[in-house]
Nanobody, 124 residues
Framework: QVHLVESGGGLVQAGDSLRLSCQAS?????????MGWFRQAPGKEREFVAA????????DYADSVKGRFTLSRDNAKNTAYLQMNSLKPEDTAVYYC????????????????WGQGTQVTVSS
């Protein structure tokens, strides 16, 4: 059974940085999967943030985070890292990582497995 665990959330001030981690387990290889990060603020739908193709490391970012967030992965640790810089109050949300076969898209319903989420709160 595939299992995803996010960590690294917290309370920071605007302009600060955080690094989220998503550790995956339960598969012998994640090379045929992609991982996406989404976020969900209270009363809003789950929103695409970034995604990475596990096999080659290619990435995709939402316009709202492009240039501020960087997504990478460590194959040896089956872990993806979302480096978030220049955080803004509007980045406040619960952040989730998800797994999708092959190339990860921007639609949450295409993902087959989710972590439990980690809270990110950015104060002004």
């Amino acid at each position: 059974q595939v299992h995803l665990v996010e960590s690294g959330g917290g309370l920071v001030q605007a302009g600060d940085s955080l690094r989220l981690s998503c550790q995956a387990s339960g598969l012998s290889s994640f090379s045929s999967y992609g991982m996406g990060w989404f976020r969900q603020a209270p009363g809003k739908e789950r929103e695409f943030v970034a995604a990475i193709v596990w096999s080659d490391g290619s990435t995709d970012y939402a316009d709202s985070v492009k240039g501020r967030f960087t997504l990478s992965r460590d194959n040896a640790k089956n872990t993806a890292y979302l480096q978030m810089n220049s955080l803004k109050p509007e980045d406040t949300a619960v952040y989730y990582c998800g797994l999708q076969p092959w190339v990860p898209g921007r639609a949450a319903h295409e993902y087959v497995c989710w972590g439990q989420g980690t809270q990110v709160t950015v104060s002004s």
